[in-house]
């Protein structure tokens, strides 16, 4: 599937316009992460779509692109359309907080 994308900049930008997942693990998640966002991990996102704030766009990331894909595909099969990929940690240099 097609998802929307947006660019790491974009995104530090506007971060009040977005409800904003890191589908990355835990850990990944507590070593530093895009302020703002929620943690679910992509293989978790199924058993949370009651915390996902569906009145804002939604931006999902992870280390590269390949994990916001896995989780967007399965947004998209439980009906959530608004969805759009933001780069990786690995791939933009965000600033992050703890």
Partial sequence: MEYKLISGNELEN????????????RDEYL???????????????????????????????C????RSEFAADMLSHANISDITI???V????YKMTK
């Fill in 14 to 25: 506007n971060l009040e316009k977005y409800f904003i997942i890191d589908v990355r693990t």
């Fill in 31 to 61: 070593d530093g992460h895009v302020p703002g966002s929620i943690n679910i991990p992509y293989y978790e996102i199924l058993e949370n779509l009651d915390k996902i704030d569906t009145d804002k766009s939604l931006v999902l990331y």
């Fill in 63 to 66: 280390g590269s692109t390949r």
């Fill in 86 to 88: 933001a780069p990786g």
């Fill in 90 to 93: 690995r791939l933009y240099e």
